[in-house]
């Protein structure tokens, strides 16, 4: 990762994340005392375009906030990282987005999301940054947002031959609904990152584990996907495309909270493709973020810097990354 500081378009919700940690999750009517709180722009909007930013990248995030503090909170966190916040758009008629976390003793997390002003996000606020796509090297791109916004900015993303990295959660209008097949447009990006449940209930899937993670991918490239990367906690990640696939094994931390890794995974894996390199490689330099996100308690602010990714890359063994 040398040379050129390269522009990476994030696409995703924004929120604030409450978290208070405690020794165990509460039974319903019970009360705990927390041990520790947290309270940070949250989202894998933020998260990844923060992540992407400390990888050495310029980064411009597309989404939208409500009125009120908790607004400025998030942009004015968002702007001393460096990210352009010129399309995160404000409605009125609703409050910005919030994630109240309970994180154990043992590093799990149980959270409960408001949606907020991430659900009206339309077509519209993606067209008004399609300039600002047509230039970048990557757009990233979570699946759980209004379907009209995801699909516009995969189809301008396309139109443009910018690269796209989707992480297909469900779109907000399928959230706690029955059918939670994902729209064919999906899979036209070009790198899918799943994590192995979300991976199997797009498949349909029954058996959920190591053993079928590459049938899982197979199937993800047979319905048009370029690679399929399938991540697995503790399990690392498996990476299927259409001529191979391979495993990468996880990195061995202490947990201490697990709520941001995958959005540190994302935004690593969008700054290491953004400036080419091979895609295991990619996996590897993502994994190590992610793994870093998982020692400390909080979300943003457990994010790593580029030189703590590759430190743990070289004290690993998992090959040096420049």
């Given at each position: 990762m040398t040379g050129k500081s390269p522009k990476i378009v994030v696409v995703g919700g924004c929120y604030i994340d409450m978290a208070i940690k405690c020794d165990r999750v509460p039974l319903p009517g019970e009360s705990l005392v927390g041990s520790a709180l947290s309270y940070s722009i949250s989202g894998p909007g933020p998260a990844q375009a923060i992540q992407a930013a400390l990888c050495g990248c310029e980064v411009y995030l597309i989404g939208k906030v409500g009125n009120g503090s908790a607004a400025e909170m998030l942009k004015k966190n968002l702007e001393e990282y460096g990210i352009n916040i010129g399309y995160l758009n404000t409605v009125s008629a609703k409050n910005t987005g919030c994630i109240v976390t309970i994180v154990n003793a043992a590093g799990d997390n149980t959270a409960l999301t408001y949606f907020g002003a991430n659900s009206s996000l339309l077509a519209s606020d993606i067209k008004q940054a399609d300039a600002v796509i047509s230039e970048a090297d990557i757009c990233l791109i979570h699946g759980q947002l209004p379907d009209e916004a995801v699909r516009e900015?995969?189809?301008?993303?396309?139109?443009?031959?910018?690269?796209?990295?989707?992480?297909?959660?469900?779109?907000?209008?399928?959230?706690?609904?029955?059918?939670?097949?994902?729209?064919?447009?999906?899979?036209?990006?070009?790198?899918?990152?799943?994590?192995?449940?979300?991976?199997?209930?797009?498949?349909?899937?029954?058996?959920?584990?190591?053993?079928?993670?590459?049938?899982?991918?197979?199937?993800?490239?047979?319905r048009g996907v370029n690679t399929a990367i399938i991540t697995m906690g503790r399990r690392g990640c498996m990476i299927v495309d259409r001529n191979d696939s391979s495993h990468v094994k996880a990195f061995d931390v202490d947990l201490v909270d697990q709520s941001g890794a995958g959005d540190a995974f994302a935004g690593a894996l969008a700054a290491f493709c953004a400036v080419g390199g091979d895609i295991v490689s990619g996996v590897k330099f993502a994994s190590a973020a992610g793994a870093l996100a998982c020692t400390k308690f909080g979300s943003v602010e457990a994010l790593p810097s580029k030189t703590e990714i590759i430190e743990l890359l070289q004290r690993q063994d998992f090959g040096s990354v420049q």
């Open positions: 900015a995969l189809l301008c993303a396309s139109a443009h031959g910018t690269k796209v990295i989707l992480d297909p959660a469900h779109p907000l209008g399928q959230v706690g609904k029955e059918s939670q097949q994902l729209p064919a447009e999906y899979f036209s990006a070009d790198i899918v990152i799943p994590n192995l449940y979300e991976a199997a209930d797009i498949t349909e899937s029954v058996d959920a584990n190591m053993r079928v993670a590459k049938l899982i991918g197979s199937d993800l490239i047979a």
